[in-house]
């Protein structure tokens, strides 16, 4: 698992998708650029979302506010007093760690304990019930016993912000520093991930500004300006796409905790008391979303949380089985209507929506839907690289991109660079560039230009030779299954919307 991870970090710079962040000056940690290949992916994967979200709903719709905001903004929404990380230090190794991932690690090493001692018995067995196994196994009771302890009690610590026994929790479960192994460990304290940034030109006159943290408090702030303006009824929701930046403690991981990066959040407004039943159908309605892309319906899990941020009635994250294992990939949280009512308090403005049904006026409730665009970049890149064994003694490196989402849709390859081929290839990438992202290649025997492609996960490769000028077709080789077929030019653009359309 190590090793596919090493293997989509370097795949992903040697194929174009993502660059460290100025890299000639040995880049800033945290922080990426995305590639001519990756902008194109990034870019799919932000319509794919705000397609289903805007077009497929005609009760959302999408704004774009700006970065940076009125600094009151931040503190209605609890982010100057309380968006902060647990931080801890070891002494000797001088490294700084979040206290709360440290035991959460520790706890998913439990899990991967209990799920081994469930392996072997599988194994071991024919008739094997895994659920029973489970329930009555000692050994797995009791790697899930304690980390269900470890996870309650660290829950507990961080909602009453008792740091002291988040470190008492480290200590007796003698967790170690993760590269050193050194156990001497500062005491635990706050740290509050805004970026502050100044507004105005002189140093006295200069107002304190934040980089936002999250898009979420954009929508917010306009709740009353799309409901009049689009005469909007409830329950409808507010979509957006856009920069957020954290000044994350441990940055790791590669573009799974960024610096800077990019949510796609939208904020649903309901009928008070109806919120735990949207929450439910958002839930849902999400994870179809997810699994309509085909990366592997088992590469997702529910985790639904114990401990609950002070906005919060209930939340869960959509789990995505990253190569470093399973790992919060979108948040979905019912958020009460504490973020309209702290901006109405604040602002001295009613955030109020008068429900024509109940002829009553009433500050919504707030089910959330907020999805990291830049992970949901790394779960589609890494589940879909593949070194497959082509049973001849060869391998072929294939990026299983979902179609919808491929950078390039189709290379255009002449078999040689003569005999008119190029021009009649040139030809047809004149006549597909309108619709699709094509691609011409003629450099290099066939087959390097296919697994060159294969690689870089486009999923047709269009090969014109010299039978192409006499029946007017081409081959047509499909990247999954390399399968080949003959199809006459004039059906191409149809078959290239059929494989890669929405
Ligand atoms: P984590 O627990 O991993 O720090 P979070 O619970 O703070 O995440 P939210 O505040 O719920 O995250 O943000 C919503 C989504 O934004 C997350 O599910 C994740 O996909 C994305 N996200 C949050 N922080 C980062 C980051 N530093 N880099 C990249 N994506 C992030």
Same mark, same amino acid.
């Given at each position: 698992?190590?090793?596919? !991870?090493?293997?989509?970090?370097? @795949?992903?710079?040697?194929?174009?998708?993502?660059?460290?962040?100025?890299?000639?000056?040995?880049?800033?940690?945290?922080?990426?650029?995305?590639?001519?290949?990756?902008?194109?992916?990034?870019?799919?994967?932000?319509?794919?979302?705000?397609?289903?979200?805007?077009?497929? =709903?005609?009760?959302?719709?999408?704004? &774009?506010?700006?970065?940076?905001?009125?600094?009151?903004?931040?503190?209605?929404?609890?982010?100057?007093?309380?968006?902060?990380?647990?931080?801890?230090?070891?002494?000797?190794?001088?490294?700084?760690?979040?206290? &709360?991932?440290?035991?959460?690690?520790?706890?998913?090493?439990?899990?991967?304990?209990?799920?081994?001692?469930?392996?072997?018995?599988?194994?071991?067995?024919?008739?094997?019930?895994? %659920?029973?196994?489970?329930?009555?196994?000692?050994?797995?009771?009791?790697?899930?016993?304690?980390?269900?302890?470890?996870?309650?009690?660290?829950? +507990?610590?961080?909602?009453?912000?008792?740091?002291?026994?988040?470190?008492?929790?480290?200590?007796?479960?003698?967790?170690?520093?993760?590269?050193?192994?050194?156990?001497?460990?500062?005491?635990?304290?706050?740290?509050?991930?805004?970026?502050?940034?100044?507004?105005?030109?002189?140093?006295?006159?200069?107002?304190?500004?934040?980089?936002?943290?999250?898009?979420?408090?954009?929508?917010?702030?306009?709740?009353?300006?799309?409901?009049?303006?689009?005469?909007?009824?409830?329950?409808?929701?507010?979509? #957006?796409?856009?920069?957020?930046?954290?000044?994350?403690?441990?940055?790791?991981? !590669?573009?799974?905790?960024?610096?800077?990066?990019?949510?796609?959040?939208?904020?649903?407004?309901?009928?008070?008391?109806?919120?735990?039943?949207?929450?439910?159908?958002?839930?849902?309605? +999400?994870?179809?979303?997810?699994?309509?892309?085909?990366?592997?319906?088992?590469?997702?899990?529910? @985790?639904? @949380? %114990?401990?609950?941020? =002070?906005?919060?009635?209930?939340?869960?994250?959509?789990?995505?089985?990253?190569? !470093?294992?399973?790992?919060?990939?979108?948040?979905? =949280?019912?958020?009460?209507?504490?973020?309209?009512?702290?901006?109405?308090?604040?602002?001295?403005?009613?955030?109020?929506?008068?429900?024509?049904?109940?002829?009553?006026?009433?500050?919504?409730?707030?089910?959330?839907?907020?999805?990291?665009?830049?992970?949901? !970049?790394?779960?589609?890149?890494?589940?879909?690289?593949?070194?497959?064994?082509?049973?001849?003694?060869?391998?072929?490196?294939?990026?299983?991109?979902?179609?919808?989402?491929?950078?390039?849709?189709?290379?255009?390859?002449?078999?040689?660079?003569?005999?008119?081929?190029?021009?009649?290839?040139? #030809?047809?990438?004149?006549?597909?560039?309108?619709?699709? +992202?094509?691609?011409?290649?003629?450099?290099?025997?066939?087959?390097?230009?296919?697994?060159?492609?294969?690689?870089?996960?486009?999923?047709?490769?269009?090969?014109?030779?010299?039978?192409?000028?006499?029946?007017?077709?081409?081959?047509?080789?499909?990247?999954?299954?390399?399968?080949?077929?003959?199809?006459?030019?004039?059906?191409?653009?149809?078959?290239?919307?059929?494989?890669?359309?929405?």
């Amino acid at each position: 698992q190590e090793d596919l !991870f090493k293997n989509v970090i370097s @795949h992903a710079k040697e194929y174009g998708y993502i660059f460290a962040s100025s890299e000639i000056y040995d880049g800033l940690s945290a922080v990426y650029d995305y590639g001519q290949n990756g902008a194109e992916l990034k870019k799919n994967i932000k319509e794919y979302w705000w397609r289903s979200m805007t077009q497929l =709903h005609q009760n959302i719709v999408g704004i &774009d506010a700006a970065i940076l905001m009125h600094p009151t903004t931040w503190k209605a929404s609890g982010h100057v007093d309380a968006f902060n990380d647990p931080l801890i230090d070891n002494k000797d190794s001088k490294k700084r760690y979040r206290a &709360d991932v440290l035991v959460e690690d520790y706890a998913e090493k439990l899990l991967q304990k209990a799920e081994k001692e469930i392996e072997k018995a599988r194994k071991r067995f024919d008739d094997f019930d895994e %659920e029973m196994f489970k329930n009555t196994n000692p050994r797995v009771q009791r790697y899930l016993g304690d980390r269900k302890e470890i996870l309650e009690r660290l829950a +507990r610590s961080l909602t009453n912000e008792d740091l002291a026994d988040v470190k008492a929790l480290i200590e007796e479960l003698e967790i170690a520093d993760p590269e050193t192994g050194s156990k001497n460990w500062t005491e635990v304290r706050q740290f509050n991930l805004m970026f502050g940034t100044k507004l105005g030109a002189s140093a006295d006159s200069a107002t304190q500004l934040y980089l936002r943290p999250e898009t979420a408090q954009g929508i917010f702030v306009n709740f009353l300006n799309v409901q009049k303006t689009g005469r909007m009824k409830i329950p409808f929701g507010i979509a #957006q796409i856009g920069k957020a930046f954290r000044n994350e403690i441990v940055a790791r991981q !590669f573009i799974f905790r960024m610096r800077e990066f990019e949510q796609m959040e939208m904020q649903f407004f309901v009928r008070p008391g109806e919120e735990l039943e949207w929450y439910e159908k958002w839930k849902e309605t +999400r994870l179809n979303w997810h699994k309509s892309l085909g990366l592997g319906e088992e590469n997702y899990r529910f @985790h639904d @949380h %114990e401990k609950l941020a =002070h906005y919060a009635n209930a939340a869960a994250d959509i789990e995505f089985n990253f190569p !470093f294992g399973f790992k919060e990939l979108e948040g979905i =949280h019912s958020r009460t209507d504490f973020d309209l009512k702290a901006h109405e308090e604040f602002s001295g403005k009613k955030l109020r929506f008068y429900d024509p049904e109940l002829k009553e006026n009433y500050v919504p409730y707030v089910i959330e839907t907020s999805i990291g665009l830049d992970r949901m !970049f790394l779960a589609v890149l890494s589940s879909s690289l593949k070194e497959e064994d082509l049973g001849d003694g060869n391998t072929r490196t294939v990026l299983k991109l979902p179609a919808v989402l491929a950078p390039t849709k189709a290379a255009i390859l002449p078999l040689i660079k003569r005999d008119g081929l190029p021009e009649l290839a040139q #030809q047809i990438v004149d006549d597909l560039k309108w619709d699709f +992202r094509v691609q011409y290649d003629e450099k290099d025997a066939i087959g390097r230009r296919y697994r060159r492609q294969d690689a870089a996960g486009t999923p047709l490769c269009i090969t014109v030779d010299h039978e192409s000028l006499e029946d007017k077709a081409v081959t047509v080789r499909f990247r999954d299954s390399m399968e080949q077929k003959r199809v006459p030019i004039s059906e191409v653009k149809a078959l290239i919307a059929k494989e890669t359309d929405f």
